[in-house]
């Protein structure tokens, strides 16, 4: 059993979908992937927020193997986002982003993490992405996401930190910009020369691309489905599920990893099924195991 | 083995995408359509052209299972369109479309296709894919494709076809305006219900989804590909080859349609690969099979 080091943003969200609105619920991609991984692995949390969080943490945190050692709570408002979907919720305008607490984020690994043998560097600055991987030491894997503000802003950084990933999870208009290159088949070996050896390429509602270990492809659709209350969180609870399924096998193969990501999937689809993560909140393994299963049906046939 | 009637429109294609352009190269929804489904099955194909497409007739259609009696020849020009792609292919723009002797098209099926067990419908004015449903006897099987264009403007002579199709092939934008409807689980249910009892929802370059006998959906993601040199016909190929196969088959069941997603998914591919139908008029038995257990390796994955 692997313990993931996880660093990223806890945050309180107000989302609006064409299905209900909500104010000030929990949020942060930090949080969304520590509840997905902590059904498969241990999961260290180090993050940031403010002194309002506290009636939070134990609903959201407590009774998972989620360690809180490493979450810093300042003096202060914690990050706050406000976004609004479009009618078919494929498109999202961000409303307000209110660093707060965030601001003045400075990842320190407690002494007792700096050992974690799979670490995730959530979607924050190149430079505290960087700082993480000074503190650990020797992690058997590095997953990374990043976004479209850092591939722009902070080219240099992101590079550096890139050399360093195993894998990295980003979207498809992401990974075509980060490569300079349209097509994703050409783009994805373009970032496999920046580092990660494994590019995982998030579509939304179209499903995931994967490099394999031997070369070639894998492809999972998204599970169809007839309530997408909510895309907030889904690609950070998509990541959760894929690096803590990864976390819980004892080595790293092409038929892990394929299965991580349809794990990842798995999560991914109940995440969107209400807001926050209150889907997450009272998921089962039952219910992860049923559709583990669906996406088999979903997917596969016969050759003959 | 049951022969297909394939109604549609044969044209002349002019189009620019990223990678080239050409000029006045043959086209066309039941040229695309005819090609692929003939290395699976009999094709009859009923359609007009000008007499200056005398020249291509052999070059395209010959020596392949495609049966031409019905195909109409008037004075005049062929049906011409131009389009042009948008760098990442995934947006198109229509130049021109100069229906010429389409403009006359009276579909008449000879005699000896009435029978036809099979009856693929192309994308043609509703009105004209009644005349081709009144005129055949008791098809087994009835495949229909349509579009916006025709959603919007003859829904209902669109709904009297809906109501004699068995499949119906269709984009994602298309299945929402259809039904209403966003979501598309839903937009199926209510696509349904106007008579198809399979619904194939195609996505592009974000692969297909089809609702199954039983219930529930079977997805498939495109071949991720390295060189998309010209996206037209992509789905006119796909439904060639998921007609074809179907037809290939004693019954259509679960199975078979599930594994005509996948030669039509396997056909599209290669389509794509190069201008107008030359990629499919130099592809091989051998290549299609190869591709099709290449869709395994892509998508399958173990449960443990």
């Known amino acids: 059993?692997?313990?993931?080091?996880?660093?990223?943003?806890?945050?309180?969200?107000?989302?609006?979908?064409?299905?209900?609105?909500?104010?000030?619920?929990?949020?942060?991609?930090?949080?969304?992937?520590?509840?997905?991984?902590?059904?498969?692995?241990?999961?260290?949390?180090?993050?940031?927020?403010?002194?309002?969080?506290?009636?939070?943490?134990?609903?959201?945190?407590?009774n998972r193997r989620i360690d809180l050692s490493g979450l810093q709570q300042l003096p202060g408002e914690t990050f706050r986002w406000k976004g609004e979907y479009g009618f078919d919720l494929d498109s999202r305008e961000t409303i307000y982003t209110h660093l707060n607490v965030f601001e003045q984020f400075q990842p320190v690994i407690p002494e007792a993490y700096r050992d974690s043998p799979f670490v995730f560097l959530g979607n924050i600055h190149p430079a505290l992405q960087?700082?993480?991987?000074?503190?650990?030491?020797?992690?058997?894997?590095?997953?990374?996401?990043?976004?479209?503000?850092?591939?722009?802003?902070?080219?240099?950084?992101?590079?550096?930190?890139l050399s360093r990933v195993d894998v990295l999870l980003i979207n498809d208009s992401e990974a075509r910009e980060l490569a300079g290159e349209a097509n994703l088949v050409k783009a994805a070996r373009v970032i496999q020369a920046m580092g990660p050896r494994t590019l995982v390429i998030k579509r939304g509602e179209h499903g995931v691309l994967m490099t394999r270990p031997e070369g070639g492809f894998f492809a999972a659709p998204a599970m169809p489905l007839e309530e997408v209350f909510d895309p907030t969180g889904a690609g950070d609870t998509f990541a959760g599920g894929f690096m803590?399924?990864?976390?819980?096998?004892?080595?790293?193969?092409?038929?892990?990893?394929?299965?991580?990501?349809?794990?990842?999937s798995t999560l991914a689809s109940f995440a969107v099924e209400d807001f926050s993560v209150d889907r997450l909140l009272r998921l089962t393994p039952d219910e992860i195991g049923a559709r583990f299963a669906g996406f088999k049906t979903l997917t596969h046939f016969d050759l003959v």
Not at 136 to 148: E, H, I, K, S
């Open 1 to 62: 059993m692997n313990p993931i080091l996880a660093v990223g943003s806890v945050a309180f969200d107000s989302v609006k979908t064409p299905f209900g609105e909500v104010s000030r619920v929990v949020g942060g991609a930090a949080t969304y992937f520590s509840v997905a991984a902590s059904f498969f692995a241990d999961v260290r949390l180090v993050a940031v927020v403010g002194t309002d969080f506290s009636p939070h943490l134990a609903r959201v945190f407590g």
């Open 130 to 161: 960087l700082e993480v991987l000074n503190q650990v030491r020797g992690p058997r894997l590095v997953g990374a996401d990043t976004m479209n503000y850092w591939i722009e802003r902070t080219p240099d950084a992101l590079r550096q930190v």
């Open 244 to 264: 803590g399924y990864l976390a819980s096998c004892d080595v790293v193969t092409d038929a892990t990893l394929v299965r991580a990501i349809i794990y990842g």
